[in-house]
Structures are given as C-alpha cells and as structure tokens.
C-alpha cells in the first residue's frame, strides 16, 4: 500500500509526457501526408499547365486559288495527279501573293518559314477529302511553324534577341501584319487527338500512341485475367499441398517483384527472335505485359479467395455440389471483387511501363494510326519519352500532354474497375 502510494505522484508526469509525445507524432504524420500532397499538387499544376497549351495551335488563314493546271490541266484530274500534285507550291505561290514586296529568294525562304512544313500535307487531305474545290478559291486555316506557335502562346517573348525567338526582326514584322489582318490565330488543336507522331511539334499527336496502348492493354488483359483467375483458383482450391506447389507458390511472389525490363527480355527473345513474331507490334507488347500483370492478378485473386467464409463452399457441398461447382458458383462470385481490384492494380502498372516496350521495339517512329494488332505501333509511356528528348520547345507541351491523356486512361480504367466491382459485389 505504501509502495503504490509512492507512485502515484508520477503517473500524471508520465501520462503528460505519453500524450505529448503522441502529438507530436500524429502533428508530425499530418505533416507528412501535407507535404506529399503539395508536391503532387504542384507536379500535377505544372504538368496540366503545360499540357493545356497543347491544344492550341497557331494557324495561319490563307485565300488559296486552287488552278486546274495545278492538278493535271483540261483533262481532269485522277486520284494519281491529286496525289502527286506540288502542294507545297502552292502555298509558296499564295503565300507570297499576300507579301508581294518579298522579291529575294533568302526573304521568300525566311516568309515561308513561318508556315509549318507539314501544311502541304494538310491542303493535299482536304483536297483528296473534296475534288470539287479544285478550279476555285478557297480559305483555308494552315497550321504555322512552332517558332511562330511558341510566340502566339508567350512561350518566347517577342522582345526576345533574334537567337532566342529564333526568328528575324523581319520575320517578326510579317507575323505582326498577319495578326493584325486577323489571318494568324490560336485554334483548338484537332491535330493532337487525329495524328501520330512528327518531328514537327505542331503536327504531331497522340492518337498512334493511344491505339496502341489499348490494344496492348486489350490483349494483355485477355492472356492474363483468366489464366490467373485459373491459376488462383487452382493453387488455392484444388492443388495439393506439397513442396511442388509451395516452390510455385515462392517463384509466383518473386516474379510480381522482377524489374519490368526482364520481361521485354524475355519477350525479345522468345517471342521475337524464336516465334518470330512482328516487331513493334500490340500484339507482342500485350503479351509481354501480360507476363507482368499475371503474377499480380495470381496472389489478388488468392487473397481474394482466402476471404471467402469457408463455410460458404461447406454449405455449398453440403447441399450436394461438386468441388467444382462450390468453387465456381458460390467462392469465384464472392471474390470477384477482389479480383477484379488485383487486375486493375496490374493493369495500371502495365498501362505505364516503358522498359520492356522498348526491347520488343515500339520505341520505334510511327506516323501512321495501326488499324490491327499486328501493324507497328508505339504507347503512351513510350511517346511520352521520345517527346520528352526532343529539343523543340513545342515538344515539352505535347509531353506534358500525352502524360495528361496516359493519367485520364489510368483514371478511366479505375472508374471501370470501380463500376465493375460494385456491380459484381454480393454481400453475406
């Protein structure tokens, strides 16, 4: 008695120092997680700044006449003539009608500049799009060069010397007049979302990219789902437990661990160099991914199956169903959710790899949109780091943007899985 007596002074004292103690570790935790959320604040402005310029491009208004002898004279044009037809000049042709005191061929060159190169293969489409404008004039919004775009959007300053706006006092002086008849604008970026890449900024865009990562991401989640969801059920249904399977249960952990670029090794030199199947392919990068996804969807959908009551199956066999039948009817349903969240999770991760892409080569440049699985075809991380190592300022916010369209895929396959696991749940 006397003893507890004693120390009943201190234990005040030690509560108080206990619960401050406490506090500075939750002030210090809330900290944390405040300071994680800035920088991804921060990171996510910058990023979505940067990228909303993308959609924007400058394009220059011109009053084209478009000549019958440009397309084959009297005899009227083929498809062969309007192909082969000397668009670009043609727009040199308009160009300097609107700047009719440009007589040097080094100013005609400068003028020109301010057009992109790839405007001629924009007036080729239209016309191949509608023949019948040819023997008239028509107005036609081109886009300008990135030099120009990047002053239209006050990325250089025009005050700027002539080596950092990389465009001439006199070059200058002909946009200024072209803004001020209203034939040089800001347009919403159609490009960006229609084309493939370019090693012009203006005219590159995404569209390459996305189709490949969907149709990458659409075979990767056909190889894997019901081959892990099998391996899942089996391994935690129906194998035996024995060495064998513990020592596949130990190498199924450690591949969901191996760097993503032992896969595209292993994708080179299996399904490359021994099946010799297309390079650069969706297909080839749908089945390497799915290497990589399988093992995460294996130990999601045990964990899943784990949390199942055993005596959901027990009453399923007492009634009188097969092992089968217990598993598949009444286990499977209940842990589809589970499931469902270790594939997303998966998927996710394989959406933004760009190591093992790069082995099986859909590093490489594709203009054109692949309309299959087997055509060449790039992805989303992967433009995102061909872009990021382009010098041309018009580059960096076209890979801001691309990384803005991969976190949207990212965030939309979420909302699918959360749609999908809501509808699949069945509570007990």
């Known amino acids: 008695m006397t003893e507890m007596t004693f120390q009943m002074p201190d234990l005040p004292k030690g509560l108080a120092k206990r619960h401050k103690a406490e506090k500075r570790f939750r002030l210090m935790a809330l900290a944390s997680v405040l300071l994680g959320l800035i920088f991804l604040a921060v990171l996510f402005i910058n990023v ?9 491009q400058s394009k220059v208004r011109l009053d084209i006449n478009l000549q019958i002898n440009d397309f084959g004279g009297s005899k009227g044009p083929d498809i062969q003539q309007l192909k082969n037809a000397n668009y670009q000049g043609i727009i040199k042709r308009t160009i300097y009608k609107n700047f009719p005191e440009v007589k040097s061929r080094r100013d005609k060159r400068g003028l020109y500049r301010l057009v992109s190169s790839g405007a001629a293969y924009e007036l080729r489409e239209f016309v ?8 008239t004039s028509i107005s036609i919004w081109l886009p300008a060069s990135d030099d120009v775009d990047m002053i239209m959007k006050g990325k250089v300053s025009r005050t700027a010397s002539s080596d950092v706006r990389r465009l001439s006092d006199q070059q200058m002086e002909w946009l200024e007049k072209l803004e001020a008849e209203g034939n040089l604008e800001t347009k919403f970026n159609w490009t960006l979302f229609s084309s493939g890449d370019s090693r012009e900024p203006e005219l590159a865009g995404v569209a390459a990219a996305m189709v490949g990562s969907l149709y990458s991401i659409i075979v990767c989640l056909i190889i894997s789902f019901p081959l892990g969801v099998m391996a899942a059920l089996y391994l935690e249904s129906f194998a035996p437990k024995n060495r064998f399977t513990s020592f596949i249960e130990v190498n199924i952990n450690n591949l969901a661990a191996v760097p993503s670029i032992v896969f595209g090794l292993l994708g080179l030199a299996v399904f490359l160099n021994f099946f010799e199947l297309p390079r650069s392919a969706p297909l080839v ?3 390497v991914l799915s290497l990589m996804t399988m093992p995460t969807i294996i130990i999601a959908g045990r964990v899943a199956i784990q949390g199942v009551p055993p005596s959901i199956k027990e009453a399923a066999l007492a009634e009188g169903a097969s092992p089968v039948q217990a598993v598949f009817h009444h286990v499977l349903p209940l842990a589809m959710p589970g499931v469902l969240t270790g594939t ?4 996710a991760r394989a959406l933004g790899e760009t190591a093992p892409l790069l082995m099986i080569g859909m590093v490489a440049f594709v203009v054109d949109v692949p309309k299959s699985i087997l055509d060449p075809a790039t992805a989303l991380p992967v433009q995102v780091y061909l872009w990021s190592d382009m010098p041309e300022k018009g580059f960096a916010e076209r890979t801001s943007a691309a990384i803005l369209v991969l976190l949207a895929f990212v965030g939309l396959m979420n909302l699918t899985a959360v749609l999908l696991r ?3 749940e069945i509570r007990w």
């Open 128 to 135: 191949l799009d509608d023949p019948s404008k040819i023997g």
């Open 344 to 347: 997303i999770i998966g998927t």
């Open 285 to 287: 990068g749908g089945m």
């Open 48 to 56: 979505l700044t940067s990228g909303a310029d993308a959609i924007r």
């Open 422 to 424: 809501k509808k699949f």
